[in-house]
């Protein structure tokens, strides 16, 4: 069983920055893919980057492309989200996810998520 707990959400202004972890305990922690995923209020969860278990092949939904960064540091079992030029429609809770998977429809949630962690860009 593994165990995610997501920080470093809060409030900033567009164009801002801000780093998200994810601090994973419990199970083969290393051994799994990790992604990101978002939900804003009223919307379905979606997909925002993701790192193979290996730590290369990067991911990324195409609206956050070129604007956040996935990397992972296996040593602290931590895996980090740098969110870059946020706008306002990057508001949103956002979860940390561990055995993400790739199918043809593309990347997919695995078993263990976090509590998630609060994002919100002023205008």
């Known amino acids: 069983q593994v165990q995610l707990k997501e920080s470093g959400g809060g409030l900033v202004q567009a164009g801002g920055s801000l780093r998200l972890s994810c601090a994973a305990s419990?199970?083969?922690?290393?051994?799994?893919?990790m992604g990101w995923f978002r939900q804003a209020a009223g919307k379905e969860r979606e997909f925002v980057a993701n790192?193979?278990?290996?730590?290369?092949?990067?991911y990324y939904a195409d609206s956050v492309k070129g604007r956040f960064t996935i990397s992972r540091d296996s040593a602290k079992n931590t895996v980090y989200l740098q969110m870059n030029s946020l706008k306002p429609e990057d508001t949103a809770v956002y979860y940390c996810?561990?055995?993400?998977?790739?199918?043809?429809?593309?990347?997919?949630?695995?078993?263990?998520w976090g509590q998630g962690t609060q994002v919100t860009v002023s205008s």
């Open positions: 996810n561990a055995g993400t998977y790739y199918t043809s429809s593309g990347i997919q949630s695995g078993d263990y």
């Open positions: 790192v193979r278990r290996s730590g290369d092949g990067q």
């Open positions: 419990g199970g083969t922690r290393s051994s799994y893919n």
